[in-house]
């Protein structure tokens, strides 16, 4: 049930700032909270071109953190209701307007007490509109 | 043998967890839906997701849980407690580490009302946390679950048997006693393409209980992909083998149990969870706890009732009860 509701609401939405980013917002692909450090896979394309791990990062509760950085963080919560912000950044600027967009999000499930390692992992597609200043 | 029910009904809202997630019902919603099912009924959550400041509790959400169970006329019967060894990348916790991560968890659970708390097989259960849940009176239930068979658990049985104390014991999920894999994962699976052959392989596979990688293979050989790995996973993991008469084994040590089902149809049938049987089973060994109703069709789709599934369910319980007084003592 998770793969369609990833990517929460319609919209891209300009960085402030000026800087040539996108973002948007998503949900996380599972029943009940988990930490961050189980958010092991953040994956996103952009008009069919895949973003650079490194130009991706997660806001959660006004922090932001780049996935290196969330994969430490395992007394940070990411509450099943909330929805992060996911940030792109960019070098050239969007144009306004329909963007289709995938999104790939992978959790380490913490269950196991062994060495097995159960993972869910959502998929969403879905085209997004950037909203905002005319670039 | 009267057909009075010996023990008590319930909910856990992960039953909506559907509804929950997508913003239809929120958590006071989903305790009115409960409280519509009678004064006393039974009330279980999923700790991390009705609880914000999970594994902390916070006074806020403290205050909304007791007015709910008050206005509701509900009675908290379970709290779902996580012990996540796998929580920190790259490592699993320590026992100093485990042991606090549960601790305070029970302690949640304590200050909620609830009387069980369940939780997973982990070391610090059968030590260092003993003493703590006696001491704040809450029974530890570690949850039988698919694929994990009360048949092939007799070195943890053996343990909790020689601990021997009221304050740890198993929660059986029903989910692990079915006779076929439910209805709606199989619907599910056709509307997202699956290769109908290799689904009826996994189905006729799922009869042998092979093991995972066996299963895998299977599906490889046939020419499965990532969908059909998925579907021969789930069946796996959702729909376990015990004999309900397994139970039997544990029946002393039973603090709670989650009334797994995924789907009542119009004649009062669930599809895959052998119900009756378990009734009889727990009837018959004097079973006195609490049963939380527990639907998880909502995994495979968001297009039914749960309420009325529910109603639907806890109508089979009563009505098993009643039969099975009423057919000689086994």
Same mark, same amino acid.
């Given at each position: 049930m998770f793969d369609e509701q990833?990517?929460?609401?319609?919209l891209l939405y300009p960085e402030p700032g000026g800087a040539p980013g996108v973002r948007l917002r998503i949900r996380l692909p599972w029943y009940r909270s988990l930490p961050?450090?189980?958010?092991?896979r953040v994956e996103v394309t952009i008009d069919g071109e895949p973003v650079n791990r490194a130009e991706v990062s997660l806001t959660l509760d006004g922090l932001n953190h780049t996935l290196d950085e969330a994969a430490g963080l395992h007394d940070v919560w990411w509450f099943v209701l909330d929805t992060a912000d996911l940030h792109i950044r960019r070098n050239k600027p969007l144009s306004p307007g329909d963007h289709p967009v995938t999104v790939t999000l992978g959790c380490r499930?913490?269950?196991?007490?062994?060495d097995f390692v159960f993972r869910q992992v959502a998929r969403c597609e879905k085209t997004l509109t950037l909203v905002g200043r005319d670039w | 043998m009267s057909g009075e029910m010996t023990f008590h009904l319930g909910v856990t809202l992960y039953s909506f967890n559907h509804e929950f997630y997508t913003y239809r019902y929120s958590f006071e919603e989903c305790m009115e839906l409960v409280g519509t099912l009678g004064a006393g009924q039974g009330v279980e959550i999923v700790g991390p997701q009705m609880i914000r400041s999970f594994p902390e509790l916070s006074e806020e959400f403290e205050r909304r849980f007791k007015r709910a169970v008050e206005k509701n006329h509900l009675r908290p019967t379970a709290y779902g407690a996580y012990?996540?060894?796998?929580?920190?990348?790259g490592r699993l916790l320590t026992h100093e580490e485990q042991t606090e991560y549960l601790r305070t968890q029970i302690r949640s659970a304590h200050q909620l009302g609830f009387p069980v708390v369940r939780l997973q097989a982990v070391e610090p259960v059968f030590s260092d946390l003993l003493p703590y849940a006696e001491k704040l009176g809450v029974k530890m239930g570690i949850e039988i679950h698919a694929p994990n068979m009360i048949e092939e658990m007799q070195e943890t049985i053996e343990r909790v048997e020689r601990i021997n104390s009221p304050f740890l014991g198993f929660v059986p999920d029903? #989910?692990?006693?079915?006779?076929?894999?439910?209805r709606v994962y199989i619907d599910r699976f056709h509307q997202l393409g699956v290769n109908a052959r290799v689904a009826d392989r996994i189905l006729a596979l799922w009869r042998e209980r092979p093991s995972a990688e066996k299963m895998a293979s299977e599906v490889r050989k046939m020419g499965g992909g990532d969908l059909e790995q998925l579907m021969a996973t789930e069946s796996r993991v959702y729909f376990g083998h015990s004999?309900?008469?397994?139970?039997n084994r544990i029946m002393p040590h039973i603090?709670?149990?989650?009334g797994k089902f995924f789907g009542i149809d119009q004649s009062g049938?669930?599809?895959?969870?052998?119900f009756p049987e378990i009734v009889s089973v727990l009837k018959n060994g004097g079973y006195a706890g609490s049963i939380s109703c527990e639907y998880e069709g909502h995994h495979w789709t #968001?297009?039914?009732d749960v309420l009325e599934q529910i109603r639907a369910l806890q109508a089979l319980i009563v009505r098993e009860c009643k039969a099975s007084a009423q057919a000689p003592a086994s």
């Open positions: 990833i990517i929460n609401g319609e961050l450090s189980c958010i092991e499930i913490p269950y196991s007490a062994t | 012990a996540d060894p796998q929580r920190i990348t029903c #989910g692990a006693f079915c006779r076929s894999c439910a004999d309900p008469q397994s139970l603090v709670h149990i989650h049938t669930e599809s895959a969870v052998r #968001g297009e039914r």
